[in-house]
């Protein structure tokens, strides 16, 4: 291989300094080579510098003038023989067999560095042996596939962190695509109701993806303007199923948790719930779906013994019927009768056993919903998913949830949060995985986050979340490169990788519903 440069500065086992030689060219993103005792380690440029030996603060004080600067660089020959490079290279490892070993020394200083191939690179980045793997694009300045290993990425969980308009629900479709390829369920959390556009193929590929979308509507919430604006744009109507919870089904702490966010519980309310609740639960598996007003009779029976004496038990007792009729009639999002329609379409109960044993993309559209009902449909779903896979009923299953600082926030409370750090910490023993996406990953809960053992970054601008990015990332100790990224391109960190990817995305094989709306008026 041809020797391209030679290093300078060695200052850890992560990265090296060298100085190309004179008319090599590079660019960031570039791979090279070096030798660590006599083994041959890629690295890869993501930074260059240059830099001119005269240019000092004595010399910079007379550049006063253009004329000045001319007869400087013409007496000196600055930009000749004072002009060079330096470029600094993460080492990223040698290949070995079928895995990528970290070399456990630094390269030495006047180490000379080599130019990579093609050949050696597509073997360099070749996919192990053992293991499932997928492509979502190609390694960035090369026709190189970036492989993942599909395993680690769904049940090791994974995050997709970047800036609001950076393409994350774009890369979010791509490895869905590809993941629907191996036959698994994915359960899809929507709040902006995009994910619809998967549905509708964008090429051949994309006609067995759109075949294993199932959409959901959850609750009884007016989707008019999504389908109009679907049809409009595909020349399809959107077809989907009405879906909502069986009161029943809301787990005690949730249930305590929002009654008293939005009505408040005194003690004695909270007494009487927690006895008539596990009386009026106490079915098992399946629970009936009967009338609020014989659920909460249910409850009150169940529950009037834990009931202060007298008129005060009495209170107590009307004060949580009220607030329990409250929840129950005002939120969309439940079902208190078989049967029931809304606009004329039947709701059906969720059903979590078909979501986790149906290799089908499950897409929950919570568009409709106001932020306090996507938090309690998301987690009373999550715990049935849960559930069910605790009985090892289940497919290996990824759950994407998008806008999840929404859901998971690092501040404040959220009725979902729970259920979302349950799968976070316990799922990867029941096969569920979590992909967790926001344009926020300092609001995020780090708990949460620190369980996605695959970080996908895109750009990213906000200097708090670039700094966050310094403390999660490998290899990413200098995150401002992820300024400059274009919505095509991504950097991929963590187990299901061998080594940190720089990749440009592949195209969708389905529609992609995120796009943003052109500021020209459409005629």
């Known amino acids: 291989m041809a020797k391209i440069g030679v290093v300078v500065k060695s200052p850890s086992l992560y990265y090296y300094v060298f100085k190309p030689f004179r008319g090599v060219e590079l660019d960031v993103g570039s791979f090279v080579a070096t030798e660590i005792d006599g083994v041959r380690v890629i690295s890869r440029v993501v930074a260059i510098r240059h830099r001119n030996a005269v240019v000092d603060p004595r010399l910079i004080a007379h550049f006063d003038e253009e004329s000045t600067v001319k007869e400087i660089k013409e007496t000196l020959g600055i ?5 060079y490079t330096e470029a600094k290279a993460v080492v990223l490892g040698a290949r070995r067999d079928r895995k990528i070993l970290k070399p456990q020394k630094p390269v ?3 180490s000379y560095v080599y130019s ?3 050949e050696e690179l597509e073997q360099f980045f070749a996919p192990g042996e053992e293991g499932t793997y ?8 090369t026709s190189i596939p970036a492989y993942i290993d599909a395993e680690r990425l769904v049940t090791h969980h994974c995050a997709i962190l970047a800036s609001t308009g950076a393409g994350k629900s774009y890369l979010a479709g791509v490895i869905v695509e590809r993941l629907s390829a191996l036959d698994i369920p994915i359960v899809v959390i929507d709040p902006h109701g995009e994910y619809s556009s998967m549905a509708v193929p964008a090429s051949e590929e994309g006609k067995h993806v759109s075949e294993k979308v199932r959409i959901f509507v959850v609750g009884k919430t007016d989707v008019t303007h999504l389908d109009q604006a679907f049809m409009k744009r595909y020349g399809i109507p959107r077809t989907y199923t009405r879906i909502g919870l069986n009161p029943r089904s809301i787990p005690l702490r949730t249930l305590e948790k929002i009654l008293d966010l939005l009505y408040g519980l005194t003690d004695a309310q909270r007494r009487i719930l927690e006895e008539g609740w596990q009386s009026a639960t106490s079915y098992g598996e399946r629970q009936p779906l009967t009338s609020v007003e014989e659920l909460i009779k249910e409850v009150l029976e169940g529950g009037k013994h834990a009931a202060p004496p007298g008129f005060a038990g009495e209170m107590s007792l009307r004060g949580l019927e009220g607030r329990l009729k409250a929840l129950f009639y005002t939120s969309p999002v439940f079902i208190t009768r078989y049967g029931e329609t809304y606009q ?5 109960l969720i059903d979590p056993e078909m979501y986790l044993t149906t290799p089908s993309i499950h897409i929950f559209d919570i568009s409709g919903l106001d932020i306090l009902d996507q938090q309690l449909f998301l987690a009373v779903l999550l715990d049935q998913l849960y559930r069910v896979s605790t009985r090892r009923k289940n497919l290996t299953t990824l759950i994407i949830i998008e806008e999840a600082h929404n859901y998971a926030p690092a501040a ?3 009725v979902a949060k729970s259920y979302i750090a349950k799968i976070a910490r316990e799922g990867r023993k029941f096969g569920l995985g979590l992909c967790l996406i926001t344009q926020r990953p300092t609001k995020l809960d780090p708990d949460v986050v620190s369980q996605a053992m695959t970080q996908i970054f895109k750009r990213m601008i ?5 700094r ?3 403390t999660v990332a490998e290899h990413l100790d200098d995150p401002r490169p992820l300024r400059t990224l274009d919505e095509a391109e991504a950097v991929v960190t963590g187990i299901s990788v061998p080594v940190p990817l720089m990749i440009v995305v592949d195209q969708r094989w389905t529609q992609h519903g995120g796009i943003t709306p052109s500021i020209r008026r459409q005629v």
């Open 79 to 83: 930009e000749e023989a004072l002009y």
């Open 108 to 110: 030495k200083p006047l």
């Open 116 to 118: 990579t191939t093609p």
């Open 134 to 141: 997928i492509s979502i694009g190609k390694i960035k300045g």
């Open 344 to 348: 004329g379409e039947p709701i059906k």
């Open 412 to 414: 404040g409370s959220s």
């Open 462 to 466: 906000n200097p708090h979340d670039l």
């Open 468 to 470: 966050y990015v310094a």
